[in-house]
């Protein structure tokens, strides 16, 4: 069993940036590859950017690449996402989330993670 916890989230401008985070308790979590999901209002929930368990491999969608990376560390347990350039069509509640992997390939559907965190807000400002 893995938790999920996002921190990170807030009100930035046009261009700035945010540092996501995501705690994770439990001990499988260095088996377990990460993704980071986002949800707009009145949208489906999308893939954002995705990491293998050893943080050897990353896969970014389209939209993202170049401005966000996504990292972790195994040893804290802990998963980041630093965002910048930020648009106002990236706001959203941001979605940590996880499943048991030790594959290098990345899953960008939704049902393939197991685990989820509550998500946090990101608001970016025109």
């Known amino acids: 069993q893995v938790q999920l916890v996002e921190s990170g989230g807030g009100l930035v401008q046009t261009g700035g940036s945010l540092r996501l985070s995501c705690a994770a308790s439990?001990?499988?979590?260095?088996?377990?590859?990460m993704g980071w999901f986002r949800q707009a209002p009145g949208k489906e929930r999308e893939f954002v950017a995705g990491?293998?368990?050893?943080?050897?491999?990353?896969y970014y969608a389209d939209s993202v690449k170049g401005r966000f990376t996504i990292s972790r560390d195994n040893a804290k347990n802990t998963g980041n996402l630093q965002m910048n350039s930020l648009k106002p069509e990236n706001t959203a509640v941001y979605y940590c989330a996880a499943r048991q992997s030790l594959s290098q390939q990345i899953e960008v559907a939704s049902d393939d993670y197991r685990y989820w965190g509550q998500g946090t807000q990101v608001t970016v400002a025109s």
């Open positions: 439990g001990r499988t979590f260095n088996r377990c590859a």
């Open positions: 990491i293998s368990w050893s943080g050897g491999s990353t």
